[in-house]
């Protein structure tokens, strides 16, 4: 069976995007931003994101391009005869599957909020009223796992209609609507009056503020923000690096995905901080800060109503986007490693993630008092899981894969990234990589375990 491939470069650079541009950027970056010294934590991001974020995605680019295959026989195609960097492959598609039963969840809240906005829900409350929103959504299970399967069938659709023109076409459509209602939303909230006040606190560098943190921490805050971004460990960018095309440098590629991935990200805190800082609202963290904070300043503005349904469109499509990129991988991991036909792997993982959401869904009221891993709930649970253990170790396996004697090794990985015109990747870095940067990873590990 031959590899399907994208249509466009533009097309793999969107989807790519999509994927790595979730609700992490909307709902962490500004408020870390905030907290850490706006622009100095800015220039931490952007230094983490050149040092780490771009040579990882490189590497996991690298690995789906030349083997042409999703996790598990993409390793085993490189890897050296009789080693086991292929039981990562595994890991992998556990992560995917762990991410996608939380992250279902969430995707329906800012589907249901859309929906809310749009049908004048929020239009003859008071703005006290709105805490009662969320907390009445949290609290009815039947509701949230309508939206919840909303969005799996939705997404399964979609993927069911193959590379180009189902995950491909849409994609393209979306974040193209994503790119411009951000910078509507920005542009609106931008002239609001007192609107300056809040770009100040968000985007100039207030080393104060910084130096109360401590310096070390906004570093390792920046570091944590520009690892976690581009969700680097679990696969969901090599399956992208399977379907490309080899005219262009991976470095290249990497630069403009993590160029978009951040426009997002900077973006969102533009239209966040000014509205807060207008109408006197503390911009708070999480998802308090989407479905309670933003609804009270949405509710006090002229044209509120459209404003909202704008805003939770655009939330609805950066993680929509996610989950029918993810939900490409497990069916093209199903395919690659079963055999399967598209037809068939769609089936099974759409029953599987419908049946797999149902705990985060109940975690919230009827097993509202079942607390898994130290303490957290079932979303943050499976969110520890992913992410202080499944991302940072996946990352330092790809990259140890990459640049150790006992791996791919470091000339085919710099041959494979090198390959098409573009930036490339120097071959002086191989020291850096092979003794620093797992050293980073190591940090950030680490500190999510603590």
Same mark, same amino acid.
């Given at each position: 069976? %031959? !590899?399907e491939?994208?249509?466009s470069?533009?097309?793999f650079?969107l989807?790519?995007?999509g994927?790595?541009?979730?609700?992490g950027?909307?709902?962490?970056f500004?408020y870390?931003?905030g907290?850490y010294g706006?622009?100095?934590?800015? &220039?931490?991001?952007?230094l983490?994101l050149?040092?780490?974020?771009?040579?990882?995605?490189t590497m996991?680019?690298?690995?789906g391009?030349?083997?042409? *295959?999703s996790a598990?026989?993409g +390793?085993k195609?490189?890897?050296?005869?009789?080693s086991?960097?292929? @039981?990562?492959?595994w890991?992998?598609v556990?992560?995917?599957?762990l991410? =996608?039963?939380?992250?279902?969840?969430? %995707?329906?809240? #800012?589907?249901? +909020?859309?929906f809310k906005?749009?049908?004048g829900t929020?239009?003859?409350?008071e703005?006290?009223a709105?805490?009662?929103?969320f907390g009445g959504?949290l609290a009815n299970?039947?509701? #949230?796992?309508?939206? =919840?399967v909303?969005t799996v069938l939705?997404g399964?659709l979609v993927?069911s209609l193959?590379?180009q023109?189902? $995950?491909e076409?849409?994609?393209?459509?979306?974040m193209?609507a &994503?790119l411009?209602l951000?910078?509507?939303?920005a542009?609106?909230?931008l002239?609001?009056?007192?609107?300056a006040?809040?770009?100040?606190f968000?985007?100039?560098?207030?080393?104060?503020?910084?130096?109360?943190?401590?310096?070390?921490?906004?570093?390792?805050a920046? #570091?944590?923000?520009?690892?976690?971004t581009l969700?680097?460990g679990?696969?969901?960018?090599?399956i992208?690096?399977?379907?490309?095309? !080899?005219?262009?440098?991976?470095?290249?590629?990497?630069?403009?995905?993590c160029? &978009?991935?951040?426009?997002?990200?900077l973006?969102?805190?533009?239209? @966040?901080?000014?509205?807060?800082?207008?109408y006197?609202?503390?911009?708070g963290?999480?998802?308090?800060?989407?479905?309670v904070?933003?609804?009270?300043?949405?509710?006090?503005?002229?044209?509120?109503?459209?404003?909202?349904?704008?805003?939770f469109?655009?939330?609805?499509?950066?993680?929509?986007?996610t989950? @029918?990129?993810?939900?490409?991988? $497990?069916?093209?991991m199903?395919?690659?490693?079963?055999g399967w /036909?598209? *037809?068939?792997?769609?089936l099974?993982?759409?029953?599987?993630?419908?049946?797999?959401?149902?705990?985060c869904?109940?975690?919230?009221n009827?097993?509202?008092d079942?607390h898994?891993?130290?303490g !957290?709930?079932?979303?943050?649970?499976?969110?520890?899981?992913?992410?202080?253990?499944l $991302?940072?170790?996946? %990352?330092?396996? +790809?990259?140890?894969f990459?640049? %150790?004697?006992w791996?791919?090794?470091?000339?085919?990985?710099?041959?494979?990234?090198? /390959?098409?015109?573009? &930036?490339?990747?120097s071959a002086?870095?191989?020291p850096y990589?092979?003794?620093?940067?797992p050293?980073?990873?190591?940090?950030?590990?680490?500190?999510?375990?603590?």
């Amino acid at each position: 069976m %031959s !590899r399907e491939s994208f249509q466009s470069r533009l097309g793999f650079l969107l989807v790519s995007a999509g994927c790595a541009i979730g609700i992490g950027n909307v709902w962490r970056f500004p408020y870390v931003t905030g907290a850490y010294g706006g622009g100095v934590f800015v &220039l931490f991001y952007f230094l983490f994101l050149i040092i780490m974020g771009v040579p990882v995605l490189t590497m996991e680019l690298a690995v789906g391009r030349a083997s042409r *295959k999703s996790a598990v026989p993409g +390793y085993k195609a490189l890897e050296k005869p009789g080693s086991k960097w292929h @039981i990562h492959g595994w890991f992998c598609v556990l992560g995917c599957y762990l991410l =996608m039963m939380y992250y279902t969840t969430v %995707s329906g809240w #800012m589907l249901s +909020y859309f929906f809310k906005f749009a049908a004048g829900t929020f239009s003859d409350i008071e703005t006290a009223a709105v805490d009662g929103v969320f907390g009445g959504l949290l609290a009815n299970p039947l509701e #949230m796992g309508v939206w =919840m399967v909303i969005t799996v069938l939705a997404g399964f659709l979609v993927c069911s209609l193959g590379l180009q023109k189902g $995950l491909e076409r849409i994609t393209k459509w979306m974040m193209c609507a &994503l790119l411009v209602l951000i910078l509507v939303l920005a542009g609106h909230s931008l002239l609001l009056p007192g609107a300056a006040e809040g770009v100040k606190f968000y985007l100039l560098p207030d080393f104060q503020r910084a130096a109360r943190m401590g310096i070390g921490n906004v570093a390792t805050a920046a #570091m944590n923000q520009a690892f976690f971004t581009l969700s680097l460990g679990i696969a969901s960018m090599e399956i992208f690096g399977s379907y490309m095309s !080899r005219e262009h440098s991976l470095t290249g590629e990497a630069v403009r995905i993590c160029a &978009l991935d951040t426009f997002v990200a900077l973006m969102a805190g533009l239209i @966040i901080f000014p509205a807060c800082f207008s109408y006197g609202v503390e911009p708070g963290q999480g998802p308090g800060l989407i479905f309670v904070t933003l609804p009270k300043v949405f509710i006090d503005m002229a044209g509120g109503r459209l404003w909202g349904s704008l805003f939770f469109l655009f939330m609805s499509f950066a993680s929509f986007t996610t989950v @029918i990129a993810v939900f490409e991988n $497990l069916i093209s991991m199903a395919m690659d490693n079963f055999g399967w /036909t598209r *037809k068939k792997a769609v089936l099974i993982n759409c029953a599987f993630i419908l049946v797999a959401s149902i705990p985060c869904v109940l975690g919230y009221n009827l097993w509202s008092d079942v607390h898994i891993i130290g303490g !957290r709930d079932v979303l943050d649970s499976e969110d520890f899981l992913v992410s202080n253990l499944l $991302l940072p170790i996946g %990352s330092l396996v +790809y990259l140890l894969f990459c640049v %150790s004697k006992w791996g791919w090794g470091f000339d085919q990985y710099l041959a494979e990234a090198n /390959t098409g015109s573009g &930036l490339k990747m120097s071959a002086r870095l191989k020291p850096y990589f092979q003794f620093i940067l797992p050293l980073l990873i190591l940090v950030i590990l680490i500190q999510g375990l603590i």
